[in-house]
């Protein structure tokens, strides 16, 4: 059973910056998808970046050029640096594990979630 435990939401003005973090505990290490969601009110749980079984990254079109995805394996910990906030980026942040192969972008492949971080960016 893998936890995790997402961190550093919080509600900014467009343009400034939120680092989100997220804990992994009963890690195993052969994950083959590992990533970062949001979802808006209303809105369906969407893709914002990852990392598939050969460590590659990717990032969702809106978010290319701002937000960046990095892990410290030391630390069983994922991370998502977020600069040039706009409003819409707002909705709860999701990290999330997956051990089966597929389009890690999708949510479909991912089986572990965390309780999700709220992020609220106004203009």
């Known amino acids: 059973q893998v936890q995790l435990v997402e961190s550093g939401g919080g509600s900014v003005q467009a343009g400034e910056t939120l680092r989100l973090s997220c804990v992994a505990s009963?890690?195993?290490?052969?994950?083959?998808?590992m990533g970062w969601f949001r979802q808006a009110p209303g809105k369906e749980r969407e893709g914002v970046a990852n990392?598939?079984?050969?460590?590659?990254?990717y990032y969702r079109d809106s978010v290319k050029g701002r937000f960046t995805i990095s892990q410290d394996s030391a630390k069983n910990t994922l991370y998502l640096q977020m600069n040039s906030l706009e409003p819409g980026d707002t909705g709860m942040y999701y990290c999330?594990?997956?051990?089966?192969?597929?389009?890690?972008?999708?949510?479909?492949?991912?089986?572990?979630w965390g309780q999700g971080t709220q992020v609220t960016v106004s203009s």
């Open positions: 999330a594990v997956g051990y089966s192969y597929g389009n890690c972008a999708t949510r479909y492949y991912y089986t572990f």
């Open positions: 009963g890690y195993t290490g052969s994950r083959v998808c």
């Open positions: 990392f598939d079984h050969y460590d590659r990254k």
